[in-house]
């Protein structure tokens, strides 16, 4: 005697609307993590070239034999407060960039698979007479006798 429970259409059909849905956050979420997470490294690294080239004209501005004057003071400090802006976005960038590739991998691994309950698999390594479909808790392997 062999019975099997067969989910219906409807159910079927919510499911794989539900895991859809959950799948398509996930891929969103690793898309856009990854993302504003190289848009984070891209910042920062661009932050350090400008902060190489700040530091440059700090060290010439304060040299003894240097004439001092406001307007370069004035211009150092914009370019200070501008490169600490840029650092700042670079981190908010990165920190919301891994939370949500972190975000979009969990529910990836964690949700569910939309595809679970429709179509078989023909798993090309198998020789002819052989199928494996997948079932409800696992998979089910069947022998044909082909001719």
Known sequence: LFAALVPSDEFKRSYAEHAGFVRTLAWGGISSGTIATGAGLGLFLWSRSQASTLRSDINAYNQLAH???????TDISRRTQNLARIESWAVVASGVGVAALATGILLYFSGDDPRRYYGETQVEALPPGLQLQ?????ALLSLMWVN
């Open 67 to 73: 004439s001092r004057t406001s307007a370069e003071l």
């Open 134 to 138: 997948p079932t409800v808790g696992g």
